[in-house]
């Protein structure tokens, strides 16, 4: 059964820091990896989908990596800002398709 | 708006009453997946559709809870004589194809909540 973790459950970073998101999962045969950063009262956003295949996926200051074989993935975030503060949450679909497993996510502040 | 579109955005429901709530999925998106989160919980999987099928329903409470997708219109997610442990943020994503190599696309939720 995959389960999916994430560490650390809260992170508090001064503006401008670089900063690293972690996520780990148990069953390594995955398709791919999604991370979502959902803001307080909102949905979910998707940021980056990484294929079983790649190793990383960037966007502007956000880069994911993944590795397979330790069943961990890193959400990378350069130069924080004070907008970049939500909760990020990582997720693996168990197959092919369908459903997501969601980790519980890590509740990200950046102070001016 | 091309995003994913739920309604209500808040439902209030007093305990016995049904709730309905409804999902449009993105335009051209043809699967559908329900999630909630319960308060102080992570996103739990309920159900997975696509139009007039439903593939995976393992997440789904055994009694009072149905989806459907039909061919025409808006996916709903039903409850039935909700209780207090309904409330919840519920969360409704589509895709493109299956989510092995396509991303879902969430909407902004319903939170319901009951009296």
């Known amino acids: 059964k995959q389960e999916v973790t994430q560490i650390p459950a809260a992170l508090s970073v001064p503006e401008g820091e670089n900063l690293v998101l972690n996520c780990s999962f148990t069953?390594?045969?995955?398709?791919?990896l999604q991370w979502f950063r959902q803001d307080p009262g909102k949905g979910l956003t998707s940021l980056l989908l990484?294929?079983?295949?790649?190793r990383e996926q960037t966007s502007g200051r956000l880069n994911a990596s993944l590795d397979k074989s330790s069943g961990r993935s890193t959400l990378y975030i350069a130069a924080s800002q004070p907008g970049d503060s939500a909760t990020y949450l990582c997720a693996v679909p168990p197959g092919q398709g369908g459903k997501l497993i969601f980790g519980q996510g890590t509740e990200l502040s950046v102070k001016p | 708006n091309a995003g994913v579109m739920q309604n209500p955005r808040h439902l209030v429901r007093r305990r016995g009453q049904e709730a309905r709530l409804r999902c449009s999925p993105m335009k051209g998106h043809s699967h559908v997946y329900w999630y909630r989160q319960l308060p102080e919980e992570g996103l739990k999987f309920m159900v997975y559709l696509q139009k007039e099928n439903i593939i995976d329903e393992s997440g789904m409470p055994k009694e009072r809870f149905s989806a459907e997708f039909p061919k025409e219109g808006p996916s709903i997610l039903r409850i039935q004589q909700v209780v207090r442990g309904d409330s919840a943020a519920y969360f409704c994503?589509?895709?493109?194809?299956?989510?092995?190599?396509?991303?879902?696309?969430f909407g902004d939720g319903t939170r319901l909540s009951i009296l």
């Open positions: 994503a589509s895709s493109l194809g299956q989510s092995g190599n396509q991303p879902q696309h």
């Open positions: 990484i294929q079983s295949s790649q």
């Open positions: 069953d390594s045969a995955i398709y791919n």
